[in-house]
């Protein structure tokens, strides 16, 4: 157990440093003696582990990171737990793509940002396996940004030469839309199982439209080892796609489940970021759906399905209460039924 000196914990190595030297005096005991119990203050067993603590966390903390954290409940196994991945960066999450548009990141979509180097889904996994697979889908996201500099594109219409829809590229399957920030240039990212397009049909495609396609040895975002990445783009911009291809290429081997590096936990634990340094910071950490409904002063949950509630008023509605319901919902559907289709309410 931890000591704690009035009210003083240290939160940093300087920290045990002034308050050993406090205790020092204080106490009439040795400098060697005063380190260990102001370590302890810190959670630390003795300075020693505190210094080898408190380098690791600066260590950690001085190179660009994200932090994401899923939570799961596995019915069957009767089992649940967390799963937090690390993700090092070369530069921050922010400068490798916008809050908006990470958004449209897959792998994001579900994502909350609760601090700057920590996202958190408030969704409960069906289990372990798919809460490190999705977990996994985020990190190669991220991966793909940052090696190639694309950011997601909200622009549908750009994925079909012309705006046609008719247009679209023959047999695309788990694409992404994407654009170079640099050269404003649109990029499509097509993902379909391996052997699954015909190439016949996609090169007569390109003639017809006048982009270009190529098929990439990067084994991909969705499905690694199970789907092929392709790229996409309008060849009459004469953008070099074959510099995209190469940096693609050039990626590391993708991540994925069974190659699982993060942290597990077999409970639903919250997850606190090195960046969450009070109480509400916690608070934001906490996965929602986690937690289990209360009654509050003024509302109870009537049904609950992890990370489902449904709230109804608190106390009893009584007679005179549902008979004014009544009152309501009958002159609501009386006049429905007195308004004609051209919005005209009859006499």
């Not at 406090?22 to 380190?35: D, F, P, V, Y």
């Not at 209360?294 to 009537?302: G, I, L, R, W």
């Not at 990370?307 to 319901?325: D, K």
Request: aromatic fraction near 8%; proline fraction near 6%.
């Amino acid at each position: 157990m931890a000591l704690l000196i009035g009210n003083v914990r240290p939160t940093t190595l300087d920290g045990i440093k002034r308050l050993a030297s406090q205790l020092r005096k204080e106490q009439g005991i040795k400098h060697s003696l005063a380190l260990d119990l102001a370590a302890r203050a810190a959670n630390c067993t003795n300075f020693r582990n505190a210094r080898r603590v408190f380098n690791a966390q600066a260590e950690m903390t001085s190179r660009p990171y994200v932090l994401l954290t899923r939570y799961w409940l596995d019915k069957e196994l009767r089992q649940s737990g967390r799963e937090t991945l690390r993700i090092d960066l070369r530069k921050s999450l922010l400068e490798v793509c916008g809050k908006s548009e990470l958004k449209k990141v897959r792998g994001f979509g579900e994502l909350r940002r609760v601090s700057d180097d920590h996202f958190v889904c408030d969704m409960v996994d069906p289990s372990q396996s798919y809460a490190r697979a999705r977990l996994c889908t985020a990190e190669r996201s991220l991966r793909f940004m940052e090696h190639t500099g694309l950011l997601p594109s909200r622009n549908l219409r750009k994925a079909y030469p012309n705006g046609s829809v008719e247009d679209e590229l023959p047999h695309s399957d788990h694409a992404t839309l994407w654009v170079d920030p640099e050269r404003g240039q649109f990029i499509l990212i097509d993902e379909p199982y391996a052997r699954a397009p015909d190439e016949a049909a996609r090169a007569a495609w390109a003639i017809r439209t006048g982009w270009r396609v190529l098929k990439t040895s990067w084994p991909g975002m969705y499905g690694p080892y199970n789907c092929e990445l392709h790229v996409a783009t309008d060849g009459r911009s004469g953008y070099e796609l074959e510099g995209l291809v190469a940096k693609i290429e050039a990626m590391p081997a993708p991540l994925v489940e069974p190659d699982w590096p993060g942290e597990s936990s077999y409970s639903w634990d919250t997850f606190t970021s090195p960046l969450a340094k009070n109480a509400p910071d916690v608070r934001r950490a906490r996965c929602r759906g986690t937690i289990y409904p209360v009654p509050s002063a003024t509302t109870v949950a009537y049904s609950y399905n992890v990370g489902v509630s449904q709230r109804r008023p608190a106390g009893e509605l009584g007679i005179a209460g549902h008979i004014e319901a009544g009152r309501i919902i009958k002159a609501v559907l009386r006049c429905v039924r007195n308004t004609d289709p051209m919005g005209h309410t009859g006499d």
